[in-house]
């Protein structure tokens, strides 16, 4: 028949020694093991990782026989900066979310460094890769379409246009255009409708110059409203 065997004294009341510490703790600060009674292990959770690391050093020294470094104390709302070794506050190091800390390798002025680094090695510079990434196209093929432009805007005719517009929809470039027209564009919101209307705008309700008498002109509108008190 089958009875009851009571638990280990290191076992009763939820506390278990430390094998490493040799002192009494709650069940709930050591490693989860469904091999061990009461469902933990051996080793609290901080000596189980210390345990670990020097394990993993261990076998890497004797498999690759590198120097291993061991880890640096780095303190509460710090960060060790991976080029240089320093020490520096977390507030020096961009957002990360795939890191488990929140914050990226680099600080600040390290990552926008190798940012640069990376984009004139990869890409050639800058402008290249922003028009490789955003619009699939790169310097060639801008210069290209430039010249079938006649080296002007495509809207207003100015010369030297330096933005490339798109349609927002489907991705597709449709020209080169100065500072102005792209702006207007993006005004619009790509809307054939508003511009059309903005020109019917114009041409019917701008104020207007009117000769009323020899030497005399007055400010009025052709189709609403009342001219102003200002007369030239």
């Known amino acids: 028949m089958e009875t009851d065997m009571p638990l280990?004294?290191?076992?009763?009341?939820?506390?278990?020694?430390?094998?490493?510490?040799?002192?009494?703790?709650?069940?709930?600060?050591?490693?989860?093991?469904?091999?061990?009674?009461?469902?933990?292990?051996?080793?609290?959770?901080?000596?189980?990782?210390?345990r670990s690391k020097a394990s993993y050093a261990r076998r890497v020294k004797e498999q690759y026989d590198p120097e291993v470094k061991p880890a640096r104390e780095?303190?509460?709302?710090?960060?060790?900066?991976?080029?240089?070794?320093t020490v520096k506050p977390v507030a020096d190091f961009p957002r990360n979310r795939s890191d488990s800390t929140g914050y990226a390798?680099?600080?600040?002025?390290?990552?926008?460094?190798?940012?640069?680094?990376?984009?004139?090695?990869?890409?050639?510079?800058?402008?290249?890769?922003?028009?490789?990434?955003?619009?699939?196209v790169g310097e060639k093929?801008?210069?290209?379409?430039?010249?079938?432009?006649?080296?002007?805007?495509?809207?207003?005719g100015s010369p030297d246009p330096e933005h490339l517009d798109?349609?927002?929809?489907?991705?597709?470039?449709?020209?080169?255009l100065c500072f102005n027209c792209n702006g207007g564009l993006g005004r619009f919101k790509d809307s054939p409708e508003s511009p059309a209307r903005a020109i019917t705008y114009l041409r019917g309700t701008t104020w207007q110059r009117v000769l009323i008498?020899?030497?005399?002109?007055?400010?009025?509108?052709?189709?609403?409203?009342?001219?102003?008190?200002?007369?030239?």
């Open 213 to 232: 008498h020899p030497g005399v002109f007055q400010m009025c509108s052709p189709t609403r409203g009342r001219p102003p008190s200002q007369r030239s």
């Open 141 to 156: 093929e801008f210069q290209e379409l430039l010249a079938e432009q006649g080296g002007v805007c495509a809207i207003c």
């Open 74 to 85: 780095v303190p509460d709302g710090h960060r060790s900066y991976a080029d240089c070794g």
């Open 105 to 136: 390798t680099y600080c600040k002025p390290g990552h926008n460094t190798r940012t640069r680094e990376a984009k004139q090695r990869l890409h050639g510079g800058n402008r290249e890769y922003h028009l490789r990434r955003r619009y699939g």
């Open 166 to 176: 798109h349609d927002h929809r489907t991705g597709w470039v449709r020209g080169i």
């Open 8 to 50: 280990p004294l290191d076992h009763q009341k939820g506390r278990r020694r430390c094998r490493d510490r040799g002192d009494f703790k709650p069940l709930e600060e050591f490693c989860a093991s469904s091999k061990r009674p009461g469902g933990r292990g051996s080793y609290r959770k901080p000596c189980f990782n210390a």
